[in-house]
Nanobody, 116 residues
Framework: QVQLVESGGGLVQAGGSLRLSCAASGDIFGINVMGWYRQAPGKQRDLVATITTAGSTTYADSVKGRFTISRDNAKNTVYLQMNTLKPEDTARYYC??????????WGKGTLVTVSS
């Protein structure tokens, strides 16, 4: 099992920036994909961005050009740089890892609030 701890959330004005971090520990050697998802109140949890061990990335259309996902394999940490934040980006952001055997683990999330 992989334990994930997210940090970096908070309150920011529209147009501002935040950087989220997610540190993985435990059974980390099997990690393939690391990613960020978000869930706004009353809505489903949606993909924000993912990154593979090789560095291939995917993004939701709504964040392309504004968010950047990166990872430090030596530190077992994935980051999400969020720029030009909008009120609609307000959500709880969750880290997720997928192992090569298909198992996936989730963090508890960090809250991002963007004020207009």
């Amino acid at each position: 099992q992989v334990q994930l701890v997210e940090s970096g959330g908070g309150l920011v004005q529209a147009g501002g920036s935040l950087r989220l971090s997610c540190a993985a520990s435990g059974d980390i050697f099997g990690i393939n994909v690391m990613g960020w998802y978000r869930q706004a109140p009353g809505k489903q949890r949606d993909l924000v961005a993912t990154i593979t061990t090789a560095g291939s990335t995917t993004y939701a259309d709504s964040v392309k050009g504004r968010f950047t996902i990166s990872r430090d394999n030596a530190k077992n940490t994935v980051y999400l740089q969020m720029n030009t934040l909008k009120p609609e980006d307000t959500a709880r952001y969750y880290c997720r890892v997928v192992q090569w055997n298909g198992r996936n683990d989730w963090g508890k999330g960090t809250l991002v609030t963007v004020s207009s």
